[in-house]
């Protein structure tokens, strides 16, 4: 197995009796990278690192704590609940899917990706804030106040992760597609309070491999099974230290994990009302963090990751993300009749993203550049023409092919089409086998060629 957690000074908290037990839990599950690969040792290796892990786990947590209480750490209760959910439930649950596997390589692989994601975030997120780095809770502020504060935050935590001085590219992301993404989404609720809160953070790949892979040793350029349960608990713990900042979320606990393709993640655009949908660029690849508040719609088709499930799960997430490639088109049409339909038709056999504007439309292809553009000729402020002129005049989207779509076909219409030399166009009231037909010639020309 390919990986390796390697310490770093950031990991430092400054206080020795907790750093050194820091590095020596470093060092265990380390060994445990190491004797992974070898079939004869990885039960034995497992089985002692389980044990060795939780005593120095379990000793660690109890000094931690004591240090916390010595200081009058405000935060206290809030750590010592996220000690005891690891220490009583994770750890656990990874031991008892070892026994159930007989420390298969999977299981073995699903272990250390947890422990080493959850040790890393931990250490950064929640154990850095002893000492000072933490962030105090907001309460009555403004909204606009608000939203300026949840950036600072996360601002602040992907720095301290990741040592990427990252910058907020919109405070109000729509949901496009950026890349090849990794879509979390995390619902939190009480047992009391009928209202979840959606937690929903989108990685685009490269990041996660350019930052929680390097910070493990992985040596890759996609996606595994170690990296991506690292990257989960990594998640998991971003995203719970900045649940505590937010004083109407006191009290929930995680209720449901999932992993969505992006056609699931875009369906929350279109069906549920975001509280916060901030997207950032972190210089090593995008990242979004959105929050959703009241009674989440049913996920269909999706499973909850829970401990006897997530190694089978997120082995089929990473399958399906890689089963097939596809042709990537864009839809921009004001109309979401016209948007959606569209879709409908092509997604079986091509990744389609949508967007209701112009502006919309440049900003997805920044984000993700599509290899057809199907581009509404009427739309109002920002019409088919201007956005086609506007992205010729672009290096990075002059290469990208346009089919205008029109409600017109008259023959005025047709040669104002035509003058603008797109690489076609479709009447609207065309049968959608028609349409379907035209976009799939379209994509066997360009395989010929």
């Known amino acids: 197995m390919d990986g390796q957690l390697v310490w770093k000074d950031e990991y430092n908290i400054g206080v020795d009796i907790i750093d050194q037990e820091h590095k020596r839990l470093f060092k265990i599950i380390n060994k445990l990278f190491r004797f992974s690969d070898e079939k004869s040792k990885s039960q034995w ?55 159930k596997t007989k420390y298969c390589t999977d299981s073995v692989e699903h272990f250390l990706g947890v422990c080493a994601g959850w040790l890393v975030g931990h250490t950064l997120m929640e ?15 403004l909204q606009e106040k608000e939203q300026e504060a949840m950036k600072k935050i996360i601002l602040q935590l992907m720095y301290d992760l990741f040592h990427l001085e990252s910058y907020v590219i919109s405070d109000a992301y729509g949901g496009e597609k950026f890349g090849k993404g990794v879509y979390h989404r995390l619902v939190y609720g009480t047992e009391k309070e009928e209202e979840k809160y959606e937690i929903f953070l989108v990685f685009e790949e490269k990041l996660l491999i ?126 979401v009749t016209v948007r959606q339909g569209i879709k409908n038709l092509l997604a079986e056999d091509y990744d389609v993203a949508l967007a209701q504007s112009g502006t919309a439309a440049l900003r997805c292809m920044i984000l993700d550049k599509p290899d057809l553009v199907l581009l509404d000729y009427e739309m109002p402020v920002c019409d088919g023409q201007q956005v086609l002129k506007m992205m010729r005049s672009e290096e990075t989207f002059a290469d990208i092919p346009i089919i205008f779509l029109t409600g017109r076909a008259d023959p005025e219409t047709v040669k ?34």
């Open 127 to 141: 154990d850095r804030a002893i000492t000072g780095k933490g962030r105090s809770r907001w309460i009555g502020l």
């Open 416 to 449: 104002k089409l035509v003058a603008l030399k797109p690489d076609g166009y479709l009447v609207k009231y065309l049968k959608p086998e028609q349409i379907k037909q035209k976009i799939d010639e379209y994509f066997e020309r360009q395989n010929i060629n």
């Open 210 to 335: 350019n930052t929680v892979g390097k910070s493990m040793g992985i040596k890759t350029n996609k996606l595994n099974t170690l990296l991506m349960n690292a990257s989960r608990y990594m998640a998991r713990q971003f995203a719970e230290h900045v649940k505590n900042h937010l004083p109407d979320m006191e009290g929930y606990e995680l209720k449901e994990e999932n992993l969505l393709t992006y056609e699931q993640f875009q369906d929350v655009f279109e069906n549920e009302r975001l509280q916060l949908s901030l997207l950032f660029d972190t210089g090593e690849g995008y990242f979004s963090y959105c929050t959703s508040a009241g009674h989440p719609s049913k996920k269909e088709n999706v499973a909850p990751l829970r401990m006897d499930n997530a190694m089978a799960e997120v082995e089929k997430y990473i399958m399906q993300r890689e089963s097939h490639w596809k042709w990537k088109v864009l839809v921009v049409d004001d109309s």
């Open 45 to 99: 290796a497992c089985q002692e690192g389980i044990k060795f892990f939780k005593d120095h786990a379990v000793k660690h947590f109890a000094e931690e704590e004591d240090y916390m209480a010595s200081i009058n750490y405000e935060r206290l209760k809030v750590h010592r609940h996220i000690h005891r959910e690891f220490r009583e439930r994770t750890l656990p649950a990874l031991e008892e899917e070892l026994e």
